[in-house]
């Protein structure tokens, strides 16, 4: 018996280690790819979410202050101001209610009740506030005071503007400015 030649062509070991280093690299090019944009889908999400909280927040303060019972005003206090609307989560119906704004403890808290109706309820709006600002807009020294020092002074009348300046935890600062003067 007579052997023949075998001519049997392959892939030297060097040549497969080359495919496999080259398929290495361009796996952890990938899952880096596909890392970074997973990183970036959660960041637009998250930012997603922080507008949709504060574009949520600076509407129901803008309704607070737009439904104030006329001849009320804003009434600052130690930790946020109260005032006298309809905006209520009670009916759709016009039903004037307190309305309290706490910024304390890192919360945002907006309770409201009709001593008349024995009806009280109580919102947590947010809860990572990091920090707030609350200025009073005083006609009669034209110019905003803030929370802090619109307790201190005896006389000064009633607010006719609202500033909040407002930073939730890991974002940027945003500011919410209200005109309260009603038309008497």
């Not at 947010?126 to 005071?145: A, K, V």
């Not at 503007?161 to 008497?184: C, M, S, V």
């Amino acid at each position: 018996m007579a052997f023949g030649k075998l001519n049997i062509k392959g892939f030297t070991l060097v040549e497969v280690l080359a495919g496999l280093i080259i398929a290495g690299i361009l796996s952890a090019i990938l899952a880096s790819v596909i890392n970074q944009g997973i990183q970036t889908s959660q960041a637009l999400l998250e930012e997603r979410d922080s507008s949709i909280h504060k574009a949520a927040l600076r509407r129901i303060i803008h309704r607070d202050i737009k439904n104030m019972e006329v001849r009320t005003s804003i009434k600052p206090e130690t930790s946020g101001f109260s005032l006298i609307t309809s905006h209520n989560i009670l009916t759709s119906n016009p039903l004037p209610v307190t309305v309290n704004w706490n910024f304390s403890n890192g919360k945002i808290v907006r309770s409201e009740e009709n001593e008349e109706l024995l009806y009280s309820a109580e919102q947590i709006i947010h809860q990572d506030l990091n920090s707030y600002e609350l200025d009073f807009f005083c006609m009669t020294q034209d110019r905003w005071i803030s929370l802090d020092n619109w307790l201190l002074i005896a006389e000064r009348g009633e607010p006719v503007g609202l500033r909040l300046r407002i930073q939730f935890k890991d974002q940027k600062p945003f500011a919410i400015i209200e005109n309260a003067r009603k038309i008497q």
